[in-house]
Protein backbone atom coordinates (compact mmCIF):
# COMPACT_ATOMS: atom_id res chain seq x y z
CA UNK A 1 0.00 0.00 0.00
CA UNK A 2 1.21 3.74 -0.28
CA UNK A 3 4.06 4.65 1.90
CA UNK A 4 3.27 8.32 1.78
CA UNK A 5 1.82 10.69 3.08
CA UNK A 6 -0.73 12.41 0.51
CA UNK A 7 -3.04 15.27 1.37
CA UNK A 8 -5.79 13.51 1.94
CA UNK A 9 -8.07 16.65 1.54
CA UNK A 10 -6.48 17.82 -1.44
CA UNK A 11 -7.37 14.16 -3.10
CA UNK A 12 -11.22 14.01 -1.41
CA UNK A 13 -11.80 17.11 -2.84
CA UNK A 14 -10.83 16.62 -6.32
CA UNK A 15 -12.43 13.07 -6.03
CA UNK A 16 -15.77 15.23 -4.96
CA UNK A 17 -15.73 17.65 -8.19
CA UNK A 18 -14.90 14.94 -10.06
CA UNK A 19 -18.29 13.19 -8.95
CA UNK A 20 -20.10 16.65 -8.98
CA UNK A 21 -18.70 16.81 -12.93
CA UNK A 22 -19.78 13.59 -13.96
CA UNK A 23 -23.13 13.16 -12.10
CA UNK A 24 -24.49 16.72 -12.31
CA UNK A 25 -23.01 18.40 -15.28
CA UNK A 26 -22.57 15.24 -17.24
CA UNK A 27 -19.30 15.96 -18.01
CA UNK A 28 -17.14 13.26 -19.48
CA UNK A 29 -14.38 12.88 -17.80
CA UNK A 30 -11.25 10.28 -18.97
CA UNK A 31 -8.03 12.14 -18.43
CA UNK A 32 -6.71 14.62 -16.07
CA UNK A 33 -3.53 16.83 -17.03
CA UNK A 34 -1.46 18.14 -14.34
CA UNK A 35 0.90 20.99 -13.84
CA UNK A 36 2.82 22.89 -10.97
CA UNK A 37 5.53 21.60 -8.76
CA UNK A 38 3.99 18.63 -7.93
CA UNK A 39 3.37 17.47 -11.26
CA UNK A 40 7.48 17.04 -11.18
CA UNK A 41 7.26 13.92 -8.18
CA UNK A 42 6.30 11.11 -9.95
CA UNK A 43 5.34 9.17 -6.53
CA UNK A 44 2.68 11.97 -5.96
CA UNK A 45 1.14 11.83 -9.61
CA UNK A 46 0.95 7.88 -9.82
CA UNK A 47 -1.26 7.71 -5.84
CA UNK A 48 -3.21 10.66 -7.75
CA UNK A 49 -3.90 8.47 -10.53
CA UNK A 50 -3.92 5.60 -8.40
CA UNK A 51 -6.96 7.21 -6.13
CA UNK A 52 -8.75 9.16 -8.94
CA UNK A 53 -8.59 5.90 -11.08
CA UNK A 54 -7.72 8.20 -14.19
CA UNK A 55 -4.38 8.93 -15.98
CA UNK A 56 -3.04 11.82 -15.23
CA UNK A 57 -0.81 13.96 -18.19
CA UNK A 58 2.10 15.32 -17.79
CA UNK A 59 3.40 18.44 -19.78
CA UNK A 60 5.75 17.89 -22.07
CA UNK A 61 7.60 21.51 -20.20
CA UNK A 62 9.01 20.88 -16.82
CA UNK A 63 7.98 24.55 -15.87
CA UNK A 64 4.91 24.39 -17.41
CA UNK A 65 3.63 27.39 -15.41
CA UNK A 66 5.92 29.93 -17.04
CA UNK A 67 4.84 27.84 -20.43
CA UNK A 68 1.53 29.13 -19.38
CA UNK A 69 2.38 32.80 -18.91
CA UNK A 70 4.50 32.64 -22.18
CA UNK A 71 1.04 31.43 -24.24
CA UNK A 72 -0.72 33.90 -22.71
CA UNK A 73 1.71 36.95 -23.59
CA UNK A 74 2.06 35.38 -27.04
CA UNK A 75 -1.96 36.34 -27.47
CA UNK A 76 -1.23 39.50 -26.00
CA UNK A 77 1.51 40.73 -28.30
CA UNK A 78 -0.70 39.13 -31.01
CA UNK A 79 1.52 36.20 -32.14
CA UNK A 80 -1.33 34.18 -31.89
CA UNK A 81 -5.04 34.90 -32.13
CA UNK A 82 -6.23 33.13 -28.97
CA UNK A 83 -4.82 30.99 -26.01
CA UNK A 84 -5.90 27.92 -28.02
CA UNK A 85 -3.44 28.65 -30.85
CA UNK A 86 -0.97 29.71 -28.77
CA UNK A 87 -1.34 26.26 -26.78
CA UNK A 88 -1.37 24.22 -29.84
CA UNK A 89 1.89 25.54 -31.20
CA UNK A 90 4.10 26.28 -27.89
CA UNK A 91 2.36 23.00 -25.97
CA UNK A 92 2.51 19.03 -25.67
CA UNK A 93 1.86 16.36 -23.79
CA UNK A 94 4.50 14.88 -21.93
CA UNK A 95 4.36 11.28 -20.21
CA UNK A 96 1.06 9.48 -19.32
CA UNK A 97 0.49 7.95 -16.02
CA UNK A 98 -2.25 5.87 -15.62
CA UNK A 99 -3.54 4.44 -12.73
CA UNK A 100 -2.22 0.38 -11.07
CA UNK A 101 -3.82 -1.95 -12.14
CA UNK A 102 -3.82 -4.19 -9.32
CA UNK A 103 -6.91 -4.61 -7.84
CA UNK A 104 -5.34 -4.31 -4.11
CA UNK A 105 -4.20 -0.57 -4.81
CA UNK A 106 -8.24 0.20 -5.90
CA UNK A 107 -9.54 -1.47 -2.97
CA UNK A 108 -7.44 0.19 -0.45
CA UNK A 109 -8.28 3.51 -1.91
CA UNK A 110 -11.84 3.15 -2.26
CA UNK A 111 -12.04 1.87 1.33
CA UNK A 112 -10.09 5.12 2.27
CA UNK A 113 -12.83 7.11 0.32
CA UNK A 114 -15.67 5.15 1.68
CA UNK A 115 -14.07 5.96 5.33
CA UNK A 116 -14.15 9.58 4.38
CA UNK A 117 -17.47 9.59 3.51
CA UNK A 118 -18.83 8.01 6.41
CA UNK A 119 -16.77 10.60 8.75
CA UNK A 120 -18.30 13.74 6.42
CA UNK A 121 -22.29 12.44 7.08
CA UNK A 122 -21.34 11.78 10.46
CA UNK A 123 -19.56 15.02 11.12
CA UNK A 124 -22.41 16.45 9.24
CA UNK A 125 -24.91 15.32 11.78
CA UNK A 126 -22.64 16.30 14.76
CA UNK A 127 -22.24 20.18 13.99
CA UNK A 128 -25.90 19.84 13.01
CA UNK A 129 -27.15 18.28 16.64
CA UNK A 130 -24.62 21.49 18.35
CA UNK A 131 -25.93 23.73 16.52
CA UNK A 132 -29.55 22.93 18.02
CA UNK A 133 -27.98 22.60 21.31
CA UNK A 134 -26.94 26.33 20.87
CA UNK A 135 -29.62 27.72 19.44
Do not use: W
Not at 61 to 68: A, F, I, P
Not at 106 to 131: G, N, T, V, W
Amino acid sequence: MPSILIPEPIITGLIEMIIFLVLFLYVQIDTLLACGGLAKNRLFVQEHADIIGYPIILPRENESVLLGSAILGAVASKKYPTVRDAMKAMNAAGQVVHPSQDVKVKKYHDAKYSIFRDLYEQQQKHRSLMAEALS
